[in-house]
Nanobody, 115 residues
Framework: QVQLVESGGGLVQAGGSLRLSCAASGNIFRLSTMGWYRQPPGKQRELVATITYSGNTVYANDVEGRFTISREDAKNTVYLQMNSLKPEDTAVYYC?????????WGQGTQVTVSS
């Protein structure tokens, strides 16, 4: 079982930036698709961004141009750089690892953007 540990969440003013990190255990990270998802208060979990093992990225429409997902295989870590944050970005952010036979989630980290 892969363990994922997110960090970097917190409280920030609108227009500010945060960088989330997600560290994975084990040795399958470099073969996996990594993703960031979020769950706003009272809403369902939604995709934010994904990055494949080869570096291909996908972004949700409302974060495109503001958020950047990246990975550092040597550290088994995926990042989410969030710029120009808006109050509607407030959510619990989750990291996800997928590879054949494995689908693991982190425990989540809270991001709160004040207006």
């Amino acid at each position: 079982q892969v363990q994922l540990v997110e960090s970097g969440g917190g409280l920030v003013q609108a227009g500010g930036s945060l960088r989330l990190s997600c560290a994975a255990s084990g040795n399958i990270f470099r073969l996996s698709t990594m993703g960031w998802y979020r769950q706003p208060p009272g809403k369902q979990r939604e995709l934010v961004a994904t990055i494949t093992y080869s570096g291909n990225t996908v972004y949700a429409n409302d974060v495109e141009g503001r958020f950047t997902i990246s990975r550092e295989d040597a550290k088994n870590t995926v990042y989410l750089q969030m710029n120009s944050l808006k109050p509607e970005d407030t959510a619990v952010y989750y990291c996800r690892l997928r590879t054949p036979g494995i689908d693991s989630w982190g425990q989540g980290t809270q991001v709160t953007v004040s207006s």
